[in-house]
């Protein structure tokens, strides 16, 4: 799901009970639950769809294990966040990312975005951008520990309810 190469990287590195891979269509009704969960305006099923499908689109899901498994637990596992970017050329934007609410303050989303950090710069990219409702001080947080610094404002860019956006970007080191 959603292209790109991911030619060196694992596709699954586990932190944990938690693993963070390359997201799957299986994973769709994860996705989707987390993003309205998270969004005053969420992303279509339509949307994501479209994302799974394109080379330059890169999708994440963190999945969490059910019980112990050495207990005897569960062996399922759950969708608990997501991230997807947008590679172009040397840059790239990460378009959506949100972590289920019981997950949240739990270090998932930073661990999808370092995941993402890595696999971006594995791609070529230096630059990457993202936008960050100004009132969301927990997101905002989260970026500044990844040393994303704001670089301008994008005006009534949320709809619900109307607010602007951050526009943030972190260089990354060439590999």
């Known amino acids: ?36 969960d998270s969004f005053a305006d969420p992303w279509s099923r ?35 966040g997501f991230v997807v970017s947008l590679l172009l050329l040397d840059e ?6 949100a972590v289920a609410p019981a997950a949240r303050r739990c270090g998932v989303g930073g661990r999808l975005l370092e995941r993402m950090i890595a696999e971006v710069a594995r791609e070529g990219v230096r630059t990457l951008f993202l936008e960050v409702r100004e009132s969301n001080s927990a997101a905002r947080a989260l970026y500044a520990s990844q040393s994303f610094l704001p670089v301008g404002r994008r005006l009534r860019y949320y709809r619900h309810p109307v607010e602007d956006a951050l526009l943030l970007r972190r260089e990354l080191a060439p590999t």
């Open 1 to 36: 799901m959603g292209g790109g190469a991911w030619a060196t990287p694992p596709d699954l590195v586990k932190i944990g009970t938690l693993a963070i891979r390359p997201a799957r269509r299986p994973d769709l009704d994860g996705i989707l639950g987390i993003e309205r």
């Open 46 to 80: 339509e949307s994501f769809e479209a994302v799974l499908g394109l080379d330059r689109m890169f999708v994440l899901v963190a999945e969490h294990a059910d019980g112990d498994e050495r207990e005897g637990g569960s062996r399922g596992r759950r969708i608990v």
């Open 92 to 97: 790239a934007e990460i378009a959506d990312l």
